[in-house]
């Protein structure tokens, strides 16, 4: 029997919402998430069930029923089986690797007697369920496989390559200290935005971030043309060390937040602001060099130090004028990791302390698999073949 047609789904979750209201909203999904996935595997299939094709890769086989923790309570879905073709609705595992590993980040937490009350709220509140330390051990393990997958997986050409790194906090040896993630993002051939690493080490020194980047290049990262980063020492230690001879572009946006260190007066903060602003947005390299050197002047008498400041590390943030002005305005900054933070503070923050670095490394890494695929099926981030560097519309 062919599913239902989309009409005669939306009219049976509509109908079910209008006589039970929000109770209804469990049974409401679940009938949803089933007729979605009968069309995934009709689509996987290249037809429909009983259809007859000479363009069909499988067959139907049945179903099996699946009980999931959802933040409405557990469903049992009714999930599409297939024969003689590889088949698991993405549906079902699309945006839920985050939530089963932020569920495992916590449940250790309570399993180890970390803020046992704090921890098991927070855990009924995202989960909907309680959770075993047996439940913990078989699910991390299954989990744990398939993230180290994504994370080892093979790289290729990356022209442009950028670094960054964030603080969690996380219980060590019975203490609290703060590890270091450490984050690669490139930008390919074709000009699609790829995750290409993640690591979670106890500091940014430069031995954690040369061993972050031998196994960037262990997995066959080469080609890289320009490096942006922020101006930490260990990272540009080790960036020397693995890329010699790489250009680097110091992110602008980070210069701008050290400036605001050298300046001697607030009331001076805009005005510095908007003496870089103009340096950075300038036409081309020379343009902004002459400009840099009017504002080193004009602060030499009222502000030496900042002078000598601007004067020593400006120009490391002007290497971006190599490129085409639309790959320029991409990568004057490292703003593109800037939501990849913002996305694993809003997921790390409700955990607030982690059980071990096992644990963060685990729900980052689900964090950043999700985003990844995400960007895989978008449009180009930057077109690499035009001269101008515009990217698709």
Known sequence: MAHQSDSSVVDSVLQLLTESGLPGMAEAFRILLNEAMKIERAQVLEAEPYERTDQRRGYANGYKPKTVGTRVGPITFQVPQARHVEFYPSSLERGMRSERALKLAVAEMYVQGVSTRKVTQVMERLCGLQVSSAQVSQASKLLDEHLAAWRNQPLGEIPYLLLDARYEKVRQAGSVVSCAVLIAVGVSPEGRRQILGVSVSLSEAEVHWRDFLAGLQERGLHGVRLIVSDDHAGLQAARQARFPGVPWHRCQFHLQQNASHYVPR??????????????????????????????????????????????????????????????????????????????????????????????????????????????RTEKRYLTMDDPSGRADS
Do not use: C, G, Y
């Open 266 to 375: 607030l009331p001076m903060r805009a005005e510095v602001a908007a003496d870089l602003r103009a340096v950075f947005d300038a036409p081309d390299r020379n343009e902004a060099e002459r400009r840099l050197q009017l504002a080193v002047r004009k602060h030499d008498a009222s502000a030496p130090k900042l002078s000598a400041w601007m004067d020593a590390n400006v120009p490391e943030a002007l290497t971006v004028f190599v490129l085409p002005p639309a790959h320029r305005r991409r990568l004057r900054t490292s703003n593109l990791l800037e939501r990849l933070n913002k996305e694993i503070k809003r997921r790390t923050r409700v955990a607030t302390l982690f059980p071990n670095p096992a644990a963060l490394l685990r729900l980052v890494s689900a964090v950043l698999m999700e985003i990844d695929e995400e960007w």
